[in-house]
């Protein structure tokens, strides 16, 4: 959960980045690093660990001047350690860069530049990206410029800071995709970065929230923005209320849609420091299992309530597909009460964003008296879902306010992907290249959502047809059929419609009944393995007089002629499909709502942690 922060004005910027990045240290980290102007001269410090750390090495040799960056890091690309921490440092010195995201083609790019002489000092992906600008600036670019052009060479999505000696009078700031915010702080001749607005809550209310795709030069006395193409555009300055609670919003008007919009960065967080994206291999530390314990497993039970049971479905295919367990599963609240059969070569798995709901505890119980290993995956840290267990995956999503879970759900999928994984290795059931191919693919998931998001124009329009409707059915087979669940769910939770999910296979066993004009039907028909069957079933509806609406994959035009409404999203690997396909459907389920003049962070009814049976 990267957090970056930079100062540029007449203060001393050591304390402001420190204390910014303290602000942030919520959303965890395994080392912290700054980056200072100093005598024209660009002094940096690094540590793994916590910040403690890095503020006794600044302590003992004390960085002073008024521009500056700072960032915490997970890690993804090499282990924690000095060498890979944030920022990192061009060849000559005179270029710094700290950075949100994953570099998708750090690969070629590092092999490109090895081959013009680059040495390479960190096994870590952003170190592509200063030596890109560097390049740049070498071939005579101005700043602004070299930035520009070498962020275009990248893959991914992406919140960069740039600082260079040689421009001492600004900041370069670029966001590109969802990979995290970036915000710029409006000071009286200062300014402030953040990728997250409570780091700089403190000393400024105006900001200026980067779209994707957007640039901005950042000097002590203002901003100025441009595309990535070189456009100039204007940005919007936002007055952030002092209260916690809108602060914490940011520039979104509610909870919900600021979590939706967080999923990149979440699932970037939840992969990092977990997989290595070169080799294919997965550490999950709290999760303890040897080759024999792995191999002698021979069946997994998930228990979960909700939104993280339909997450458990999707885990399903995951762990069966590359791990060969089979793996069952159960609602929390009913798993005790049938008296299950479990013993030690059982491994009982909870997912709980809480760590509290107490059904699912209770389930956990129940295979702690049974002899059934134990694991959880959790969001919040020190929950007791955490404590029970013998082994752990903290889904690292950040806090969700939103009573109705929409990151949480995507970070706990990638959390069982990479528990698929990890099995998968112990297990011997994946060769070499199919594990480095699941990496590859991992990597490109925290921009494929942010693809996915940015259809939501089209997603608001689509719900001031639909909100009067009174009755969903949503359809959905193989691993996107929970998607229709999860779909279903949401839309019932925020917008109190009534609406269902089903398997599309399962449609004329009875819920065809239904079908009308009053009734929409949400067919989930991306171009895999069962698309010519979902669009029977699409046939089936319209012939019955139904008002479909299709998610497709983009570039799908025949399937307009089949569906009332298309919502797309981009091509994308099966095993990785529902993390993207369910973003729409979040997306759809809020603007209803909204339309609807619901509660949507708060729906009636509901509670964030269901503490009681």
């Keep these: 959960m990267c957090g970056i922060v930079g100062y540029i004005g007449p203060r001393e910027a050591t304390p402001i980045i420190l204390e910014g990045l303290r602000r942030l240290e919520y959303r965890g980290y395994d080392s912290a690093g700054l980056a200072v102007l100093q005598n024209d001269q660009i002094a940096v410090r690094r540590d793994v660990g916590k910040l403690e750390n890095l503020a006794r090495q600044v302590a003992a040799a004390p960085l002073n001047g008024h521009v500056g960056v700072g960032h915490t890091r997970w890690a993804t690309h090499g282990k924690p350690s000095p060498t890979n921490a944030h920022p990192h440092v061009s060849h000559n010195g005179r270029t710094v860069v700290v950075h949100n995201g994953i570099v998708e083609n750090f690969h070629e790019l590092r092999a490109e530049l090895q081959a013009a002489g680059v040495r390479f000092r960190s096994e870590t992906d952003t170190e592509t990206i200063v030596h890109l600008i560097q390049r740049e600036l070498d071939d005579g670019h101005p700043l602004t410029e070299a930035v520009r052009r070498a962020v275009r060479r990248l893959r991914g999505a992406h919140a960069i800071v740039v600082l260079n000696a040689d421009a001492p009078d600004r900041l370069i700031a670029v966001r590109v995709g969802n990979a995290g915010g970036v915000a710029l702080g409006v000071g009286a001749g200062e300014m402030f970065i953040a990728s997250d607005v409570p780091a700089i809550l403190e000393h400024t209310r105006r900001m200026v929230f980067l779209e994707s795709r957007q640039l901005a030069t950042v000097t002590r006395d203002g901003w100025t923005l441009q595309t990535l193409e ?114 030690a070569r059982c491994a009982v798995l909870a997912i709980t964003q809480s760590g509290e709901t107490v059904d699912t505890l209770a389930a956990m119980e129940e295979a702690r008296r049974k002899g059934a290993r134990l694991w959880s995956i959790v969001n919040a840290i020190g929950s007791q879902a955490m404590r029970l267990a013998d082994g752990v995956i903290t889904m690292q999503a950040g806090p969700e306010i939103g009573v109705a879970s929409t990151k949480a759900f995507t970070a706990s999928i990638v959390d069982q992907y990479l528990l698929a994984l990890y099995l998968a290795q112990k297990r011997g059931t994946l060769s070499a290249e199919a594990a480095r191919q699941h990496a590859r693919d991992l990597a490109r998931l925290p921009d494929l959502v942010g693809q996915a998001l940015e259809g939501e124009a089209q997603i608001e329009a689509l719900a001031a047809k639909l909100y009067h409707y009174e009755h969903f059915l949503y359809l959905g087979r193989g691993i996107n059929y929970p998607i229709a669940l999860e779909g279903a769910l949401k839309l019932k939770e925020v917008s109190y419609i009534h609406a269902e999910g089903y398997p599309a296979g399962e449609m004329k066993h009875g819920p065809i009944a239904l079908i009308d004009e009053g009734m929409p039907v949400l067919a989930i028909a991306l171009q895999d393995a069962l698309y010519e069957k979902m669009l029977s079933q699409i046939e089936q509806v319209r012939s019955r007089g139904g008002r479909v609406i299709a998610l497709a994959t983009a570039g799908d035009e025949a399937i307009r002629e089949k569906a009332d409404h298309v919502l797309y999203v981009p091509p994308t690997p099966p095993l990785l499909s529902p993390m993207v396909s369910v973003i729409p459907l979040q997306l759809l389920a809020y603007h209803v709502a909204l339309r609807r003049g619901c509660d949507v962070d708060q729906p009636r009814n509901l509670a964030k942690s269901v503490t009681v049976e």
């Design 230 to 343: 070189g456009e100039p555009i204007e940005g919007q300055v936002h007055t952030i209320p002092w209260d916690p609670v809108s602060a914490a919003r940011g520039e979104y008007k509610h909870f919900m849609a600021k979590e939706i919009h967080e999923q990149p960065r979440a699932l970037t967080d939840t992969l990092r420091g977990r997989l290595d994206f070169r080799s294919g291999k997965v550490w999950l530390p709290d999760l303890p299992l040897s080759q024999e314990q792995a191999r002698a497993l021979q069946r997994i039970v998930t228990v979960a309530c909700g939104t993280s049971a339909y997450s458990g479905l999707v885990g399903r295919f995951l762990i069966e597909r590359l791990a060969r367990v089979p793996v069952e599963v159960d609602y929390g609240s009913e798993y005790r009460y049938r008296d299950p059969i479990l013993d």
